[in-house]
């Protein structure tokens, strides 16, 4: 039986021109769209706590919920893409993702939104089975520029979700926001179902066989432990920065919501490092871009600590300069070592991305929690400093790998 799936898989192999733009395009909006997900209700929390009469802790616990379930949707369910066709498994989630996001904007209390966020979360997972659909549809000389195209949409809808939600909640009510991301959701799911093609399976393996297979993969393959840890690492500085800006950015500058929101736009240019690096990483090999985006990270981190020698307007243009640079950096390392870890085992792929992004996840939330302790104690250096630490031991992890 398995030598019939593994031809299969053969069979299936790309052309050599790999697969349409039109396609690439849909993978890459997909990837965005379900991401966005998470992250819409952070800019609305004040207006749901008002509307739905709960205090700011209750409401607290919404996006603490959503990133629960993405982050154990992740390891949980994403191995399945390597026992059914992600096809559709991608059809499947986009609709589960449209009826919880529709439940959440229908949700009569803080209650019933607490439990549509944990299937937001979970069912947001999607993402995760669209990244590697589109390694595995791309030929192996093209593949890392079309996965980092599709990144670029991943990290696109990470980085503008927080400023599109901001707004329509503003202008049209925070029930709205929910009802056209799930319109958004459900119509790119009928598009996928009708322009992804079949992707055969590569295991028939029993559910836990698949969830057993995660230590032996994470203990056969160095490669993926060294980009892991290093992308969790890099994460650490991402997390610490990004959860702390709005209170530095209100503390030093007297700036509201509306201003840490827009710096997402920042961020957002930085995510145009995904398609260079990709096709960098086609061209030169993925290790020397894990190095420079470890390095570039580092770099834009450290500058930040020269802010209290500039005057208080240049002060804000080096932290927006900071953010293109480090989330340049961090964007490109973290397609190479997509690159990198897609190479090891190609029956296993959805089962290894699961093992990186549930790494870098933990890399995020421990960011944010030492990112909020260094600011109680140490003030913005603090922070500053934890993100230059992380960043120095993930471009020691790298530079170790060319030794």
């Known amino acids: 039986m398995m030598s019939n799936i593994q031809a299969a898989h053969a069979a299936f192999v790309p052309a050599e021109a790999g697969p349409r733009p039109a396609l690439v395009l849909l993978l890459a909006a997909g990837a965005g769209l379900s991401v966005a997900s998470i992250y819409y209700s952070q800019p609305m929390l004040g207006v749901l706590a008002g509307d739905l009469g709960a205090d700011a802790a209750r409401v607290g616990l919404i996006p603490t919920l959503t990133q629960l379930g993405y982050a154990c949707g992740i390891l949980l369910l994403a191995p399945l893409g390597d026992r059914h066709d992600r096809r559709g498994i991608i059809a499947l989630k986009a609709a589960l993702l449209a009826l919880a996001l529709l439940a959440s904007g229908l949700a009569p209390g803080v209650g019933l939104l607490l439990a549509a966020s944990l299937g937001v979360g979970l069912a947001a997972t999607l993402a995760q089975d669209i990244v590697p659909a589109a390694a595995a549809l791309a030929p192996e000389r093209q593949r890392g520029r079309i996965v980092g195209t599709v990144m670029t949409g991943l990290l696109l809808g990470i980085l503008l979700s ?27 799911g009928v598009v996928a179902w009708r322009g992804i093609p079949h992707i055969p399976p590569t295991t028939r393996a029993s559910y836990l066989a698949l969830l057993g297979s995660l230590r032996g993969l994470w203990m056969a393959h160095p490669a993926l432990r060294r980009a892991a840890l290093a992308q969790g690492l890099l994460s650490v500085g991402f997390s610490a920065f990004w959860s702390t800006l709005a209170v530095m950015l209100h503390d030093s500058f007297q700036l509201g919501s509306a201003a840490a929101g827009a710096f997402g736009l920042a961020g957002a240019a ?8 990709g096709r960098l990483a086609d061209r030169r090999g993925p290790q020397p871009v894990t190095v420079l985006g470890a390095a570039l990270a580092l770099l834009a981190f450290a500058a930040m600590w020269l802010a209290p020698l500039l005057p208080p307007s240049a002060r804000l243009g080096l932290i927006v300069a900071s953010a ?66 992380a960043s120095a031991v993930a471009l020691a992890l790298r530079l170790g790998a060319r030794r």
Do not use: K
Request: aromatic letters at 10%; proline letters at 1%; hydrophobic letters at 60%.
């Open 270 to 277: 930085g995510a145009l490092a995904a398609p260079l690096a």
């Open 162 to 188: 927080r400023v599109v939600s901001g707004f329509v909640a503003e202008q049209f009510g925070w029930r709205t926001m929910y009802f056209i991301a799930a319109f958004a959701v459900a119509a790119i």
């Open 324 to 389: 293109i640079g480090f989330d340049f950096g961090i964007q490109a390392a973290l397609v190479a070592h997509q690159s990198i870890v897609y190479s090891l085992d190609a029956g296993a792929r959805s089962r290894i991305n699961a093992l990186l992004i549930t790494t870098m996840f933990v890399g995020m939330a421990a960011g944010s929690s030492l990112g909020s302790l260094a600011l109680a104690h140490a003030g913005w250096n603090g922070v500053i400093g934890v993100a230059v630490a």
